[in-house]
């Protein structure tokens, strides 16, 4: 059996959960069981390969030639429009 546990970015944590991390926080985590790789087994790893963060569908109004730039390139300019806003988002975020 899955379980899947998914929380919206910004939601508040519940007294519950709350409650858990603190009874979970400091205490012990055995790794004896998983020894730890030696540094060459990291040499080609990537780190956020399989992150796929969670899609929310929108309603957005755009000027048509600025939607007609981002056609031009043909299917996909909703994925490149998304880019674009992370882009400047995370350029924000480091200016902070």
Same mark, same amino acid.
């Given at each position: 059996?899955?379980?899947?546990? !998914?929380? +919206?970015? *910004?939601? @508040?944590?519940?007294?519950?959960?709350?409650? +858990?991390?603190?009874?979970?926080? *400091?205490?012990?985590? %055995?790794?004896?069981?998983? @020894? #730890?790789? @030696?540094? #060459?087994?990291?040499?080609?790893?990537?780190? *956020?390969?399989?992150? !796929?963060?969670?899609?929310?569908?929108?309603?957005?109004?755009? %000027?048509?030639?600025?939607?007609?730039?981002?056609?031009?390139? *043909?299917?996909?300019?909703?994925? !490149?429009?998304?880019? &674009?806003?992370? #882009? !400047? &988002?995370?350029? +924000?975020?480091?200016?902070?």
């Amino acid at each position: 059996m899955n379980v899947v546990y !998914r929380r +919206e970015p *910004g939601t @508040p944590l519940t007294e519950e959960q709350r409650a +858990e991390l603190k009874a979970l926080k *400091g205490r012990p985590i %055995d790794l004896s069981d998983a @020894p #730890e790789l @030696p540094e #060459e087994a990291w040499k080609n790893t990537v780190r *956020g390969k399989f992150y !796929r963060p969670v899609k929310r569908a929108v309603s957005l109004r755009l %000027d048509a030639d600025v939607l007609a730039w981002l056609k031009k390139d *043909g299917e996909g300019y909703q994925t !490149r429009v998304n880019q &674009m806003l992370r #882009e !400047r &988002m995370l350029a +924000e975020l480091k200016q902070v």
